[in-house]
């Protein structure tokens, strides 16, 4: 008897399929956050599986289990309806910084023995667009840049000399949610060296248009 665990993150939007033992792709949370994974199990066996429940096994210490996970029983493969949610609820440490990341251990078990171990890998997200502050500033002859992303989209990172116009771009594309940092070396888009003075940030994104001053130093 053997069951394959099939778990759409309902509350992220994405679905990953999973074999035991099995480790998962990447979950994001958000500080302070709590959320509701779905897991979908489906039993490939002859036989059905009652009494199965998630069993937390390790777990980072800013993720809590919000409730008791509920006990649930799978029918076999040749019956309809050979699937069954187990809802794991979480709750993420409103402490927790941006960019940690951690794994979830946990074992599924059924009334039989049978077991079935899982790993889901934690990653904190920010819960709001942000550009920050560049470092050092001033500077000579480089900067880092870092900016925060609550969900995955297009962004744009330019720097501007006072004038308005374009220096050089930092990033043009799509960037998943998370913490992202860029260095900005001094140099335009032909690869010469700025002069020293004053220039500008601008970070585009769906949900945020903002901009710093940068002094640059000779």
């Not at 099995?22 to 009494?51: D, F, I, M, W």
């Not at 979480?90 to 910084?97: N, Q, T, Y």
Request: with cysteine; charged share 15%.
């Amino acid at each position: 008897m053997r069951a394959v665990f099939k778990i759409p993150l309902i509350a992220l939007g994405c679905v990953l399929m999973l074999a035991a033992p099995v480790r998962a792709s990447e979950v994001t949370v958000s500080p302070g956050e709590e959320l509701t994974l779905s897991l979908l199990l489906k039993n490939v066996g002859e036989v059905g599986l009652t009494g199965v429940k998630a069993q937390l096994e390790a777990k980072p210490a800013w993720v809590e289990l919000a409730d008791a996970t509920p006990a649930v029983s799978v029918p076999p493969f040749a019956l309809d309806g050979a699937t069954q949610k187990l809802p794991l609820r979480l709750a993420i440490s409103d402490e927790v910084p941006p960019g940690a990341q951690d794994e979830l251990h946990l074992l599924l078990r059924d009334h039989s023995d049978g077991s079935w171990p899982v790993v889901l890998v934690l990653r904190v997200v920010p819960q709001a667009y942000a550009l920050h502050a560049n470092f050092p500033n001033p500077f000579n002859p480089q900067t880092s840049l870092r900016f925060d992303l609550p969900a995955s989209g297009h962004v744009t990172l330019r720097v501007y000399n006072l004038a308005g116009q374009l220096v050089r771009t930092l990033v043009d594309g799509a960037k998943d949610a998370g913490v992202h940092q860029v260095t900005w070396t001094g140099l335009d888009h032909a690869g010469l060296a700025v002069a020293a003075g004053i220039y500008v940030c601008r970070l585009d994104t769906d949900g945020l248009t903002q901009a710093h001053k940068m002094l640059l130093l000779k």
